[in-house]
Nanobody, 127 residues
Framework: HLVESGGGSVQAGGSLRLSCAAS?????????????MGWFRQSPGGRREGLTS???????VYADSVKGRFTISKDNTKGTLSLLLNSLKPEDTAMYYC??????????????????WGQGTQVTVSS
């Protein structure tokens, strides 16, 4: 139901912008503004790593590994989620997924616990 795009291959130090949109309206039983959304990544054989989330009140949280380099943004009008990746490093290589789930109140936005996610988009960073 969620479709990620924007991945690719870049050299270290480069940038990418990932986007995420719902493929149809079935995921949104409520207004998208009432959905906690975020991004996580997973490399082959690696664990799922929560990167960032944006709560229904607009509050954002970042993992230490990406803080200062990645920026999450959400467009409630368009129903899209974006992730700007700057200063990319080889260790950022992974499949990136966006995730979403309805939340009745703020403060419950943990990206690794969200129930909807897409097929992912691959990010490869070469040294």
């Amino acid at each position: 139901h969620l479709v990620e795009s924007g991945g690719g291959s870049v050299q270290a130090g480069g940038s990418l912008r990932l986007s995420c949109a719902a493929s149809d309206d079935t995921i949104y039983d409520y207004s998208i503004s009432d959905y906690c959304m975020g991004w996580f990544r997973q490399s082959p054989g690696g664990r799922r790593e929560g990167l960032t989330s944006i709560d229904i009140d607009g509050a954002t949280v970042y993992a230490d590994s990406v803080k200062g380099r990645f920026t999450i943004s959400k467009d409630n009008t368009k129903g899209t989620l974006s992730l700007l990746l700057n200063s990319l490093k080889p260790e950022d290589t992974a499949m990136y997924y966006c995730a979403a789930e309805y939340r009745s109140r703020a403060g419950l936005c943990d990206v690794v616990k969200l129930g909807y996610w897409g097929q992912g988009t691959q990010v490869t960073v070469s040294s």
